[in-house]
């Protein structure tokens, strides 16, 4: 080679540093993925929470959810109760598909120095899980189903929030509701 004459290649120089434009091509290509998976991760949680044990798994997850979502609070003579008390292996049962569970004891009412502590103590997310479960289950003498569905549904979680409720809330008519 010429000592006057640079060596052409993909390879150009900033100031002293070899810039690759191939390697910025793979950074690109790795983020799309990246973003890809996530939103794949995220379909496939939500479709995993929406089956139930008498629905056929070849139906798409967003069927499911309109046979969920039925409001049977919407009658002035019956009641939706929702008061009874979880216990932990229910929670971690039905709760399994949830991941953000920091946002979750949010808004359970759980203070963040605590959830900081858990995290802290816990390197396994379900282990984490465990803790803050137990851990509302303990602190608020009125743990409820209702408090679960009502977090779940700030979450924007209403599917896995209409699996709650379906499985765990029970309706009381009264007379008059029986007979119309």
Not at 42 to 58: H, I, N, Q, R, T
Not at 134 to 148: G, P
Request: charged share 25%; with cysteine.
């Amino acid at each position: 080679l010429d000592k006057g004459k640079r060596h052409k290649s993909n390879l150009s120089t900033t100031g002293n540093r070899p810039y690759n434009t191939n390697h910025w091509i793979l950074v690109a290509s790795i983020s799309s993925l990246t973003v890809l998976l996530s939103i794949l991760v995220l379909y496939y949680v939500e479709a995993k929470a929406s089956k139930s044990e008498d629905s056929p798994s070849d139906l798409p997850y967003y069927t499911e959810s309109v046979v969920l979502d039925v409001d049977v609070t919407e009658s002035p003579k019956c009641v939706l109760s929702c008061d009874s008390t979880p216990r932990l292996k229910e929670m971690l049962t039905v709760l399994e598909t949830l991941m953000d569970w920091k946002e979750f004891g949010i808004n359970l009412g759980i203070e963040y120095h605590e959830i900081k502590k858990i995290k802290k103590e816990n390197k396994l997310i379900n282990d984490s899980k465990i803790k803050l479960y137990n851990y509302w289950l303990n602190a608020d003498t009125a743990a409820s189903w209702q408090k679960v569905i009502n977090a779940l549904e700030r979450m924007q979680l209403k599917t896995l929030s209409s699996e709650i409720r379906r499985k765990y809330c029970s309706q009381t008519c009264n007379s008059d509701a029986v007979h119309s």
